[in-house]
């Protein structure tokens, strides 16, 4: 096996010596007062106190600062000047997170079922040990009558750790998160494909020193990952060239010297008829691309025919437009950055599009190289010391039958097939556990998903809110919110690695407890403890800080602990030998490993379908001050924006009759209709053959009484998945709607 250049990057060293401190650490006594410690860009009272945390509202995790006043309550939220994935300063929604803690319709006390197995929240209130004694007495019942592989966790969230811990202990790996196969899943297989490595989160994308930048979809501006809006506004400063590719006119698009009004789905011909310029015109890095990459005769010969020309007629983006814009990238290689995007699972044919970025990043020389992608590095911190984990005999990928081996992680998709009973695999999983993932708005086609939970003994859920997922559980277990608790360390890659810690600023309101702790009474209960062998989290984050230097007092006064890179080889040295963990041993333009498993090694373009007749293209994307699902209910953001609305081409208006601001419902090609209206917002920013709307409105409880009601929800509408065949990501932009102007009839007399 050839080792990539990363495997002989070694433990990053820690300066700092651990100050030994006692066993107890009460957040109470580890306050500091704001005196005492570097001023941010605005001044809070001096009697303010902080304590560190890093942000919940999305997994870009930017670390910062918890501010209390003289009477204990929070009042704001800031960045950690030292964290490299926010630089001190936090994005509209992880400054609005306060709100998450002071929701006044958070989950309160746990909670379990007594009346009408699924849908409804008919829960009665119940003690922590009644709670937890029946989840333990469930999924023992499960373990005994079906095996522990007939156990799947769901998870999105820092209290995964805990829940994976206990789940692996059990003896079941099937984990999942919808940040794979719902997200970035196609983008690592086609960049493991093709460099030997995937991008992991925070990419490393060196935007700040770019001199181009090509965003496909990447709507950064409205996608607020908080570290790369702030290069991108850097770079623009800089007088980077921004090339945006998307049937909006986005945020980033009002940026860009050129904007891209692409026919969806046909990005792959595009970057077809960018590779045919670059390579005809010459414009590749040639040094580049003889001394590392594989297959560059077979790619040549691939795309020859593949003209800007013939992408014309697929796109509808102009020849001149197509060769304009390829020569901005081949004249700023190799500081030119092909994005790779984030949410990737759009067409099914996805792990291919991404390949395709892959090649034209390689063609340009811009990977391990200033101004395109930096060579990442990650603290090591040791894991708790625990006992071997039980090997499982099956797991979800029985219910594969053979498909989907590319793929790195595992498929919340697949956890849940491998739950609907197949006759000819055995055993089908039997219970959930799910942490921190609204399933219902999360996976698409949810006839699927409540078919799976229909199938199921037993579903445990640990939310914060109540919502639409809680209302399938069999028990309810409400976390505290991150600013009411501790949390496993942040470990996550950057141009220079860093620890993040995050603690409690106050403690947890109502009858909340974190996830540690729930895992390691679950862990109890069923005879697993040597997998939780520290009495509290706080003695389990001191031992492992101190593993690498540090301790727990440090880092409860400092937050972030920067660490020094081993080597300076954030880029690749010139001419520097090096060997990518592919089986040549080289950037392959040609993917072996795909002809391997029998896919085409060069991405091929194929056309998708149409929507039919008085039918448009859904498609979708973020909200600045919104996160999912999870934020429409948060005081301070719903105050923002409380509704989402249908953007439409005014030439689709006129021909519908529709006005600004008028109410419509939504009716998909399956003949699903949105639960509630939408308004129509009728904007040249959007093309006339798709409509547009933000993620995570139109929620359908209402127990949470802000976000009620309010807009409509994509995912309902997204019953329909395009497969990608690689590694089974579900794409969900092959959805068509039309618009009803009143809710049908038969849907009234049934709700
Ligand atoms: N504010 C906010 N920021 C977030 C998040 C959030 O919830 N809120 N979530 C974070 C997460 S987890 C992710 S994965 C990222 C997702 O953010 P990105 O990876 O940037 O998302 P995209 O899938 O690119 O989708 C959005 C854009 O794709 C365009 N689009 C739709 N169809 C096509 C097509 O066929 N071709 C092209 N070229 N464009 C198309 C849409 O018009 C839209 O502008 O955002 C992250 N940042
Ligand atoms: N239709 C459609 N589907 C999508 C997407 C899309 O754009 N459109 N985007 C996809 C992408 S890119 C991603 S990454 C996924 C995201 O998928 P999810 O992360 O599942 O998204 P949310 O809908 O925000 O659900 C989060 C759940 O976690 C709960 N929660 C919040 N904080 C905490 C906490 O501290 N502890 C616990 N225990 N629970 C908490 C919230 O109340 C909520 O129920 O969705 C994917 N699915
Ligand atoms: S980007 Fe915003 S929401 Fe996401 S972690 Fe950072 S501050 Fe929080
Ligand atoms: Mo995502």
Not at 1 to 17: C, E, H, Y
Not at 156 to 161: D, L, M, T, V, Y
Request: neutral net charge; aromatic residues 10%; hydrophobic residues 35%.
């Amino acid at each position: 096996m050839v080792k990539s250049r990363r495997d002989f990057i070694k433990i990053s060293a820690l300066g700092a010596t651990g100050v030994a401190v006692g066993s107890k650490y009460l957040f109470a006594e580890n306050n500091q007062k704001l005196k005492d410690t570097p001023k941010g860009p605005f001044k809070l009272p001096s009697d303010f106190t902080r304590t560190p945390t890093y942000c919940e509202v999305c997994f870009w995790k930017c670390a910062g600062w918890v501010y209390k006043n003289d009477k204990g309550e929070v009042q704001k939220i800031k960045g950690n000047d030292d964290d490299p994935n926010s630089n001190g300063r936090f994005c509209p929604r992880g400054t609005g997170g306060v709100g998450m803690y002071n929701d006044s319709d958070r989950l309160k006390t746990p909670l379990i079922r007594v009346k009408d197995k699924y849908g409804n929240q008919t829960f009665k209130e119940v003690s922590w040990d009644e709670a937890l004694d029946y989840i333990a007495k469930k999924l023992q019942g499960v373990i005994d009558r079906h095996g522990a592989e007939c156990i799947a966790l769901f998870t999105h969230g820092s209290g995964g750790k805990y829940f994976g811990n206990l789940v692996k202990a059990l003896g079941s790996h099937n984990i999942a998160a919808p940040s794979y196969a719902q997200c970035r899943g196609p983008r690592e297989v086609g960049f493991i494909a093709t460099f030997g490595d995937g991008l992991n989160s925070p990419e490393p994308t060196d935007i700040r020193d770019t001199k181009c930048l090509v965003l496909i979809g990447s709507h950064i501006g409205e996608n607020m990952h908080n570290g790369q809006v702030q290069e991108m506004s850097d770079a623009i400063d800089k007088k980077a060239t921004i090339i945006t590719v998307d049937p909006r006119y986005s945020t980033a698009a009002s940026k860009s010297k050129y904007w891209l009004p692409i026919k969806p789905s046909t990005d792959l011909a595009l970057l077809l008829s960018w590779m045919n310029v670059i390579i005809e015109e010459g414009l590749y890095d040639k040094e580049y691309v003889e001394k590392y990459t594989y297959g560059f005769d077979q790619l040549k010969e691939h795309v020859k025919n593949l003209t800007p020309e013939w992408a014309y007629g697929i796109t509808t983006i102009k020849p001149d437009i197509i060769r304009k814009t390829a020569r901005e990238m081949g004249h700023a290689s190799p500081s030119v950055i092909i994005h790779p995007g984030r949410h990737v699972t759009w067409y099914g044919d996805d792990t291919q599009r991404l390949r395709a970025v892959a090649i034209l990043n390689a063609l340009l020389g811009s990977w391990g190289r200033r101004g395109g992608f930096y060579i990442p590095d990650k603290a090591k911190v040791p894991g708790v010391p625990h006992p071997p984990y039980p090997k499982p005999t099956r797991s979800w990928r029985d219910a594969m039958q053979g498909k989907y081996e590319l793929a790195d992680l595992a498929l919340a998709n697949g956890v849940c097939d491998a739950t609907i009973p197949d006759p000819s695999l055995g055993c089908s999983i039997k219970a959930w556990i799910i942490n921190g993932t609204n399933l219902l708005t999360t996976l698409p086609e949810r006839q699927k998903t409540i078919e799976a939970i229909n199938n199921l003994e037993f579903v445990a859920v640990i939310d914060t809110m109540p919502m639409e997922i809680t209302g399938y559980a069999d028990v309810v277990l409400p976390e505290c919110t991150y600013i009411e608790r501790y949390d496993s360390l942040r470990v996550t890659q950057h141009r220079e690695p860093t620890i993040a810690l995050r603690m409690p600023a106050v403690e947890p309101k109502y009858n909340t407890k974190p996830a540690f702790w729930m895992a390691k009474e679950l862990a109890k209960r069923m005879g697993k403890s040597d997998y939780f062998p520290f009495e509290t989290i706080e003695e389990e984050l001191d031992w492992q800080l101190k593993q690498v230097g540090t301790s727990l007092e440090e880092m409860q006064r400092i937050g972030v602990k920067k660490l020094k890179r081993p080597y300076d080889d954030l880029y690749f040295k010139d001419g520097e030998d090096v060997e990518f963990n592919t089986n040549t041993g080289k950037i392959e333009l040609y993917a072996t490993s795909f002809e391997e498993y029998g896919f085409d090694p060069l991405p091929k373009y194929t056309p998708h379908p149409e929507p039919p007749e008085g039918y448009y293209r859904l498609i979708y994307g973020r909200a600045p001050m919104h996160t999912f699902s999870r934020t429409i209910n948060n005081p301070n953001l719903s105050a923002l924006k409380d509704e989402n609305y249908v953007w439409i081409n005014p030439k689709v208006a006129k021909e519908w009759g529709l006005e600004n601001g008028q109410e419509v419902y939504l009716q998909n090609q399956d003949n699903v209709v949105s639960s509630f209206p939408i308004k129509v917002r009728v904007t040249e920013r959007i093309r006339w053959d798709s409509v547009y709307m933000v993620h995570g409105f139109g929620h359908g409880d209402k127990k949470l009484t802000r976000a009620y009601g309010k807009g409509a929800s994509d995912s309902e509408l997204i019953t329909k998945v395009m497969l990608d065949p690689i590694m089974g990501g579900t794409g969900m932009r092959g959805n068509f709607v039309t618009f009803l102007t009143s809710k049908p009839v038969k849907e009234e007399a049934e709700s």
